[in-house]
């Protein structure tokens, strides 16, 4: 039997193609088991890059303004850390000067939503049994609960280093980005070296875009949980308001956590009705930010397709847990501005860090 020559040359094309994508995903693989074992310093150097997307343009503005390149990073980083400050110092204050009246009103709510359970068919000691269960369940899986990147920092000791590690790295990038940059692309010359250093900006560029878009996100789930939250007259709307868009800086995860935990407020304050209201403000607040505002913002400032997305985002958590979800749209962004940029013929400039 003769062999058709396409079909020898279609089997020869698939298996150069099957070869290389195995050479790619066993380099992946040493990559993510690198990143793994080096847990400890490439989150906090991404966590500070990150921040310094996000600060980065303040610095340039300041600096463009005549201010010294050094002050400009100091008032900038001193001005971060105490509006971060404040806003925690104020949830903190206003969450501890009301534990007072919610533990009063604890008992009473917890009693009313024993009688409305019992109204629809659930005996009171099957929701007794529910909660010792729960507890046993936290108590027993603690370790499960906070795996992930995160377990790279299980003393305290690696926690302030990395701490350490990120605020340093963060400083330099702000005062000195431009000089760190030109000294990682020196390996690299003529046309070449132009072609990486427009990439490395243009990846800069897009991950300020995702910081800021993550803002507006962060900010439509505070708004519209809050205003839920008044609605429905559930107190510490503020505060609560406020945890939610600092949780929703965790794509699709922190502001759904920080909505449950103003739906536990509203438990005790206001009885399970209203906590029930309120687990539906959230998931419809969530249901339409996951699933509409967050794909079409972040998508359009870092250029990713919507699905894209949320698939980097999914596989971020089962990877890595929070820390993922956190990274695994700036870093696929990054790689895609990269690799776009490379492969143009043409160069343009790239924007600014």
């Not at 709510?109 to 099957?126: A, C, I, K, T």
């Not at 300020?208 to 708004?223: G, R």
């Not at 945890?243 to 399970?272: H, N, R, S």
Request: proline share 5%; net charge neutral.
């Amino acid at each position: 039997m003769t062999e058709n020559p396409a079909t020898g040359r279609l089997l020869h094309r698939s298996a150069v193609v099957c070869a290389q994508l195995l050479v790619v995903a066993a380099a992946l693989w040493v990559l993510a088991r690198v990143l793994a074992t080096l847990a400890v310093v490439v989150i906090p150097v991404a966590l500070a890059l990150l921040l310094a997307a996000l600060l980065a343009p303040a610095v340039t503005w300041l600096a463009r303004h005549h201010v010294p390149r050094a002050l400009a990073t100091a008032v900038v980083l001193v001005g971060g850390v105490a509006a971060v400050g404040a806003v925690l110092w104020f949830v903190v204050k206003t969450v501890v000067d009301s534990l007072p009246d919610l533990g009063t009103q604890l008992g009473g709510s917890y009693q009313e939503l024993r009688g409305w359970l019992g109204s629809v068919g659930v005996r009171p000691e099957q929701l007794d049994q529910v909660a010792t269960q729960a507890r046993e369940w936290v108590a027993a899986n603690q370790q499960s609960l906070a795996t992930g990147a995160w377990n790279a920092f299980a003393t305290l000791g690696s926690v302030l280093t990395g701490l350490a590690l990120a605020i340093f790295v963060l400083v330099f990038v702000l005062y000195d980005g431009e000089r760190i940059w030109r000294f990682l692309s020196l390996p690299f010359r003529g046309s070449a070296r132009r072609r990486v250093d427009a990439a490395g900006k243009r990846a800069f560029h897009d991950l300020t875009a995702f910081m800021f878009a993550l803002i507006i996100v962060s900010a439509v789930d505070a708004v519209g949980i809050g205003i839920g939250l008044w609605v429905t007259g559930v107190p510490l709307v503020v505060p609560l308001a406020t945890l939610v868009f600092l949780g929703g800086f965790v794509p699709m995860i922190g502001a759904f956590v920080t909505g449950l935990l103003a739906a536990l407020v509203a438990l005790v304050a206001e009885g399970p009705f209203t906590a029930l209201l309120v687990v539906l403000i959230v998931i419809a607040v969530q249901q339409l930010e996951g699933n509409v505002l967050e794909p079409m913002i972040t998508s359009r400032a870092v250029r990713l397709h919507p699905v894209a997305v949320i698939l980097a985002i999914a596989v971020g958590v089962q990877q890595a847990g929070v820390i993922g979800a956190l990274l695994a749209v700036p870093a696929l962004s990054t790689i895609r501005a990269i690799t776009a940029t490379l492969l143009e013929t043409e160069q343009a400039p790239g924007p600014a860090c």
